[in-house]
C-alpha cells in the first residue's frame, strides 16, 4: 500500500510517496511563486496528478485550519484562502481514493509519532517556530483540535505584561520569538540605538543574520537571542503544566539554529513548569526537519 | 440507582448522595480538624460507613492527584498523603462497590457538564481559582489526564517575566492570582508603602478582606485586583488559544467575589487571545459553586 502526502507551505508545495512502512518513495516539490486563490489550488491539483505511483489515499497538511465538516482551508499565508474549498476540487481529480486534510502543526507532531523523535508517545507536542509559531498537540494518541478545529494556537500565548499594540496581528509570543518576531524585535532595538553599527545593520535582516550576529557577540543579537529562549521557555514551560506530556519535539525553521539552546531551554523551562511534570517530559528536537508536515500528511492518509 | 461523591478538601469532608437523574438525596460533611495522614483515610471510611442510603458506586474527588493505576492520592495539603493507598482503604468497606478517585479540578468540569453551566458541552474547561488555582480540561468528552495524570497544574502558567523567586512554591499564576497569592502580593505591597495606614493594614489578612476593601476603593487593594484580573485574563487567553473550547467555567471562592469583573476579564483576554477562538468560547461562572465537586464525583461514579 502507498499514500501520496501533500504539504503546502506559505511558499512551496512538496508532495510525497510513501510506503505503509514509511520509506518515501517518491519526492518532488514546487514553488509557489506568489500564486494566489484558485492558482495555488490549481498547481496543487496538478501536482498530484503527475504522480507516477498508484496510491491508495492521499493526505494534505495545509498552513492554516481546514474545516473538517466543510472541507474548506483558512490559510492566512495564501491571499485568497480564507475559505478555499480544496477538498471539493481534490474530490474531482481523485476519483474514489479517499482525501485528507489536517493543519500542519497536527501532520508535524502525527509525523514525529510515525517516523520521527515522538515514536511511542501518546501524549506529546510538537513546538513549530517557523515564520510562525503553532503547536501540534497529540492527547492520548488523538490530535488536539479543539470545539471549531482551531486548537493549538499557542502564537497567542500571553507571556509578557502589559499587553502592547505590536502583540495584535499574531499574538504575544509569536511577535517576540518567531522568526518574523526575532527580526522585528532586532529592528526595534537598532531603532532605539542610533549609535549602534554592527553587522545587524542591513537591509532585509533575517532570523538567520541574527543567529549568525549572535555567535559574533553582537550586543543586539544577544539581546534578542536571550529575549526569545526566555519565552520559548516559558512557553515551554506552560506546555509541560497543562499537557503533562512525554515529549515535546522542536521544529520549524528557527530550530533549525536555536536547537543548541535546548538545554538552557530545559533549564529555565524548570524554573517556571509544574516540578513533577518537568521531571517526567523530554525536549528533543525534530527528527525529520522540513518533512515532517510531508510524514504527517503520509500518517494520516495511512490512520484515518 | 444512587451513587455517593465524596469531596475530600484541604480543610473539610463533603459527602452526598445523588440519584442518577442528578437529584442530591442525602448531604453531610466533617471538618478535617487538622487531621493528617490515616486519621484522615479514617474519617472518610467512617463516613462513607454512615450513609443510611445504599449505593451502586462510591466517587472520590481528592485535592491533588490519583495516581490511577495504584490507586493512591498526592494531596499537598493533606501532612502524610505523599502517596496515600485511598482505594485499598476505600475497597476495605466498599465490598462490590466500585470506587472510582478523581482530582478535584477534573470533577469539578464533569459536575459542571452533568448539572451545571457546561452541560452539552464536549471541550470545556473550569479554572478553579480558591486557595490554589487548578484547570479540569474536558477534550471531547474526556477528562484531559496527561501521560502521568497530572495535567492541568495552570497554578504553575508562567506570566510575568522575568522569573520571581517568589514563584518556586506554587508557580507564578498561583503564587499572584490565588486567594493566597491575593493576600502575598498584598502583603508584598502593604510592606513596601510604610506610610500606608488602610484598612488592609490589619492582622489575618484574607482575600475577602482584600475584595471588601477594593469596594472602598482602597489604593492598594485596587493594585492587587487590577493586577489578578490582568492574570486571570492572561490565563484565560492562553486556555482559549490552545484548547479552543466552547465553554471557560470559573470557580472556586475566588469566583465567589471575582464574579463580578467576569466582563473585564473577557475584554482584556480579547486583546491576547486567537482572535477566532475568543468569539467561540463563552465564560461563565460555575454553576454549582461549592458542591462542583460533588456533582463531578457523582458523574465520575456513574459514567466509568
Redo the contacts between chains.
Keep these: 500500500m502507498a499514500v501520496l502526502a501533500v504539504d503546502l507551505g506559505g511558499t512551496k508545495l512538496a508532495l510525497a510517496v510513501f510506503s505503509d512502512d514509511g520509506e518515501m518513495l517518491h519526492r518532488t516539490s514546487y514553488p509557489l511563486d506568489k500564486r494566489a486563490g484558485k492558482a495555488v489550488g490549481a498547481l496543487i491539483t496538478d501536482a498530484v496528478q503527475q504522480i507516477p505511483i498508484q496510491v491508495n489515499a492521499i493526505g494534505i497538511a495545509v498552513p492554516g485550519i481546514c474545516r473538517h465538516q466543510r472541507g474548506t482551508v483558512w490559510a492566512p499565508n495564501i491571499p485568497g484562502w480564507e475559505d478555499y474549498p480544496l477538498l471539493a476540487e481534490m474530490k474531482t481529480i481523485a476519483g474514489n481514493t479517499p482525501v485528507f486534510i489536517e493543519s500542519d502543526r497536527s501532520c508535524y507532531i502525527l509525523g514525529e509519532i510515525w517516523q520521527g523523535n515522538a515514536q511511542g508517545c ?2 506529546a507536542i510538537f513546538l513549530a517556530v517557523g515564520t510562525g509559531i503553532g ?1 501540534g ?1 497529540l ?2 494518541g ?1 490530535v ?20 502592547q499594540n505590536t ?2 496581528d499574531c ?2 509570543f509569536e511577535s517576540m520569538a518567531s522568526g518574523e518576531g526575532i527580526v522585528k524585535v532586532a529592528l526595534q532595538l537598532i531603532l532605539k540605538d542610533p549609535a549602534y553599527n554592527g553587522i545587524l545593520r542591513k537591509d532585509a535582516l533575517s532570523a538567520q543574520d541574527v543567529f549568525a550576529a549572535y555567535r559574533k557577540n553582537d550586543h543586539i543579537a544577544v539581546e534578542v537571542i536571550l529575549q526569545s529562549i ?1 519565552l520559548w521557555a ?2 515551554t ?2 506546555l509541560v ?6 515529549k515535546i519535539i522542536f521544529g520549524g525553521g528557527v530550530f533549525g539554529p536555536a536547537a543548541e539552546f535546548l538545554p538552557v531551554i530545559a533549564a ?1 523551562a524548570a ?4 516540578p ?2 518537568m521531571k ?1 517530559v523530554r525536549l528533543e528536537v525534530s527528527g525529520l526537519g522540513t518533512d515532517a508536515g510531508l510524514y504527517g500528511a503520509a500518517y494520516r492518509a495511512l490512520h484515518d
Tied chains: 1, 2.
Design positions: 501518546k501524549d503547536a498537540i492527547i492520548n488523538e488536539l483540535q479543539g470545539s471549531k478545529g482551531i486548537a493549538g494556537a499557542i502564537g497567542w500565548m500571553a507571556l509578557d505584561r502589559p499587553f502583540y495584535t499574538g504575544c526566555s516559558m512557553a514551560a506552560n503544566s497543562l499537557f503533562n506530556p512525554e529555565e524554573r517556571w513548569a509544574q513533577i511534570s517526567q
